[in-house]
């Protein structure tokens, strides 16, 4: 069974500038492996860049999501009971909690997206062209 594996190169700033394209909250491509071959960067940081840059390509925002959601049915269960405030009928608890779900992916994908720019910026300041200094960023 051949299986394709997704491999992102970046060679020179008109790659990093095409991924800066690509850095949407939604839609972005998984990546299996990236590779970063910029003439300015040393092994180690090449290998760091990769990973930073893997990692947040393939964010999806569900820690977030998770985590919310955690925090949102510990504080149903737990302030009715440290407080005075009733709890929320059945139907309030799963509106909150899948609010709760829903907004923790988008803030989860928002903070991979700013955290992916944050890194290409860095890594257009290493090449010395500066091209991606975050001026031009939507």
Known sequence: MDIARSVLVLDDTTDLAEL???????????VDDVQVHLHALTADEAAVAAHRIRRTTND????????????TALALWLVPVATDVTRPGVLGSILLLLTAAVGGKLAGLAASRARLRSELRRLGALTGRGELDGRDLP
């Open 60 to 71: 999806c925002g569900c820690r977030w999501g998770e985590s919310l959601l955690a925090l």
């Open 20 to 30: 800066r394209e690509n850095a949407r909250w939604l839609g972005r491509q998984r």
